[in-house]
């Protein structure tokens, strides 16, 4: 085979791989020791868009952490210490890159909806809305819940090996947030999340590189009347495509709260928190039928950590098109894609 087809080859594994949009909540810092972004799900490819079309991705993420060391913790207006969190979510996520170019840009737009059970327990309840005593001895609440919509809207660039996109995401509350339960997947307050990503890919060797820099702006809870102060994120990610179905490769995140929490509904300081993640990822994309779909495996362990959960995060993505427009004759050095 060409150097020339198997470079195409490997540029139509990597658009496959990316063909998915994971924007939604998760970073541990802030109230509830959560963010509105979460940390780790966006890695290889970050910065390739895909070609104008429909794609739909499923990504189930686990997570287990620790907030010991006699450490308090708010969620709900409950404020709890030696909290355990184990989580078990789902984000569904419908994503249309529009054939519309902004700057040479392309535009596209995803909804994300999360949904699952985080199994929250404390050693010991200093205060709750539904409980007017200190309660010592483990308490668990574990609810099954749907979290707050996402809304995306990114613009993705190509130059050469070059890829690169900015994203603009809003969170809305679903409702589904209740005072007094530790249990909540849904944060019930408003964010503004604005990112960039830049991926290198050389497609006849195989090398990836990304990385994503982002900052989260949060407004108040309206039932607990606590402000989170404002994030700064930034994931990476260093990849081999071994074929044009596998890779490899290696990820992690970095995460500093640059201002401190606050508001009426506060009752533990500032609780700005930061934290660290490395971890491995393999990718593999396979036909079901006639429909490519791909698949992704990311595992994070953290370390570093200050006013946060600290544990380990695991993503099962799948991706896959629904329908992708026509090709248009482009120039064969300059494939339209990118991701977001």
Aim: some cysteine; glycine content about 12%; aromatic content about 12%.
């Amino acid at each position: 085979m060409s150097d020339f087809r198997r470079s195409n080859r490997m540029f139509a594994c990597a658009v496959l791989a990316v063909a998915g949009v994971s924007f939604s909540g998760g970073a541990k810092a802030a109230e509830g020791a959560q963010g509105a972004y979460v940390l780790g799900n966006r890695g290889p490819l970050a910065g390739v868009t895909p070609p104008p079309g429909f794609y739909f991705e499923n990504e189930t993420y686990f997570y287990q952490g620790n907030l010991g060391g006699n450490r308090s913790f708010q969620s709900g207006g409950v404020v709890a210490a030696n909290v355990k969190l184990d989580i078990s979510a789902t984000f569904m996520t419908p994503v249309w890159v529009t054939p519309v170019e902004i700057l040479g840009g392309t535009l596209g737009f995803s909804v994300t909806i999360p949904f699952g059970t985080p199994n929250v327990s404390a050693g010991a309840i200093f205060s709750s809305p539904r409980i007017d005593r200190i309660v010592s001895g483990r308490e668990r609440d574990a609810i099954f819940n749907v979290g707050d919509i996402y809304l995306a809207s990114f613009v993705g660039w190509h130059s050469g090996n070059l890829h690169w996109s900015t994203t603009v995401l809003g969170v809305v509350p679903s409702g589904s947030y209740e005072t007094g339960q530790l249990s909540n997947i849904s944060l019930n307050r408003p964010a503004l999340d604005l990112s960039a990503a830049l991926t290198y890919l050389d497609p006849v060797l195989g090398y990836e590189l990304s990385v994503v820099p982002g900052v989260t702006f949060n407004w108040i809870n309206p039932a607990t009347q606590y402000l989170t102060g404002t994030e700064f994120h930034l994931e990476w990610s260093a990849s081999k495509f071994l074929s044009k179905e596998f890779s490899i490769g290696a990820v992690g995140y970095f995460y500093d709260q640059l201002t401190g929490d606050s508001g009426r509904g506060d009752r533990i300081g500032p609780f700005k928190g930061r934290v660290t993640a490395v971890g491995g990822q393999i990718g593999y994309t396979f036909k079901l039928g006639e429909i490519p779909v791909s698949t992704n495996v990311r595992v994070l362990r953290e370390f570093d950590v200050t006013n946060r959960f600290e544990g380990t995060a695991t993503y099962l993505t799948i991706t896959a098109p629904l329908w992708v427009a026509p090709a248009k004759a482009v120039v064969a050095d300059a494939p339209v894609v990118a991701k977001f």
